[in-house]
């Protein structure tokens, strides 16, 4: 079979008919022409005639129409790119420049707010007097409220520090157990209240390359809301294992789970799925995207593998340690 092909160098197509392929098994007879003589003949019949239409003149007019058809398109092009590479240059420009703000903002917040809740927290043991029920409440209520704030203005400027890239990593070989034992023990209390047991299962023979502190911090984000969203008498593990992309670790809970289509959309600022049960306090909803943002920036990555009403498993990659 012959097919038919349009030249691509004219604006103005020339159908040419191209050669047929033949069969490895096939045979021609020694006195009839073949098939694919005659077909190939005829395809030399079309680029004649087709020839033959335009006069040589016409088709070298036909060609400069199309070189500047071409040239007119490139330029356009060129000029559309310029544009999008200065509106990309001004977005970035404009996002570090709210980064900054926050970070400045925040900074200017956490100050006050530490003497709020350090005042508050004096006047709760009533050292200097007993204040009464009703002010005993007002007082506890006015530090839950500013230790909230200090927690959303702490998150917000771990956010800002991260999108701005100025977040300062300190990185370095390390136990991971050991590390992760100090953060169960602040988890503790609230597990205990739940009556939530928690396992540590990582080997304390691994040895993990990260910065220690923000290795808590992730560790502290994903073990506190697996504490969180887990209802009374559940179960919280740790674990981890090396494999070619280096330690791998996660965080378990036998919670409420989290909606398949919900399961992206976490990892970002302010998103939240559910509140949590029991008087557990409401988070800041920038806990996941901080943890997201500090796993990348040390080449890990992170997801969750999460079923409602059958709990979750958060999953992160760092890199090994020697
Ligand atoms: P928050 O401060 O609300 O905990 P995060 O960014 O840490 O903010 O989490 C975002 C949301 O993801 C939570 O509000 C919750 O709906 C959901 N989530 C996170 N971890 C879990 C978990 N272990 N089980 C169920 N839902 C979870």
């Known amino acids: 079979m012959s097919s038919v092909a349009y030249t691509l160098h004219s604006a103005f197509p020339v159908p040419v008919r191209t050669e047929p392929k033949l069969s490895p098994n096939h045979r021609e007879s020694k006195n009839r022409p073949s098939q694919a003589e005659t077909e190939a003949r005829r395809g030399s019949a079309t680029v004649l005639v087709a020839a033959e239409t335009c006069s040589g003149k016409e088709l070298t007019i036909m060609n400069q129409e199309f070189e500047r058809r071409v040239q007119?398109?490139?330029?356009?092009?060129?000029?559309?790119?310029?544009?999008?590479?200065?509106?990309?240059?001004?977005?970035?420009?404009?996002?570090?420049?709210?980064?900054?703000?926050?970070?400045?903002?925040?900074?200017?917040?956490?100050?006050?707010?530490?003497?709020?809740?350090?005042?508050?927290?004096?006047?709760?043991?009533?050292?200097?007097?007993?204040?009464?029920?009703?002010?005993?409440?007002?007082?506890?209520?006015?530090?839950?409220?500013?230790?909230h704030l200090l927690a959303l203005v702490n998150d917000i400027l771990d956010l800002s520090r991260i999108e701005a890239g100025r977040m300062d990593l300190r990185c370095g070989d390390f136990s991971a157990a050991d590390a992760i034992v100090e953060v169960l023990s602040v988890i503790e209390p609230l597990a205990k209240s739940k009556?939530?047991?928690?396992?540590?299962?990582?080997?304390?023979?691994?040895?993990?390359?990260?910065?220690?502190?923000?290795?808590?911090?992730?560790?502290?984000?994903?073990?506190?809301?697996?504490?969180?969203?887990?209802?009374?008498?559940?179960?919280?593990?740790?674990?981890?294992?090396?494999?070619?992309?280096?330690?791998?670790?996660?965080?378990?809970?036998?919670?409420?789970?989290?909606?398949?289509?919900?399961?992206?959309?976490?990892?970002?600022?302010?998103?939240?799925?559910?509140s949590p049960a029991n008087g557990v306090k409401e988070g800041t909803g920038l806990g996941l995207a901080i943890t997201k943002g500090i796993v990348e920036l040390q080449g890990g990555r992170i997801w969750v593998e999460s079923a409602l009403g059958e709990g979750s498993r958060f999953f992160f990659t760092f890199p090994a340690g020697d």
């Open 72 to 147: 007119e398109r490139t330029g356009q092009l060129r000029e559309a790119n310029t544009g999008l590479a200065k509106q990309n240059e001004e977005l970035a420009r404009e996002s570090r420049m709210k980064s900054d703000l926050l970070a400045r903002m925040s900074h200017e917040f956490r100050t006050p707010l530490n003497a709020i809740v350090g005042f508050a927290d004096l006047l709760a043991e009533q050292g200097e007097g007993s204040l009464g029920d009703a002010y005993a409440d007002y007082v506890r209520h006015v530090s839950d409220g500013a230790q």
């Open 195 to 274: 009556n939530i047991k928690l396992h540590n299962d990582v080997p304390g023979t691994l040895i993990t390359y990260a910065d220690r502190t923000r290795f808590k911090q992730i560790l502290f984000n994903l073990l506190s809301n697996a504490v969180k969203f887990t209802p009374v008498d559940g179960s919280v593990q740790v674990n981890a294992e090396q494999d070619c992309e280096g330690v791998r670790f996660c965080v378990i809970d036998t919670g409420i789970g989290i909606p398949p289509e919900q399961q992206e959309a976490i990892f970002e600022e302010f998103v939240q799925v559910t």
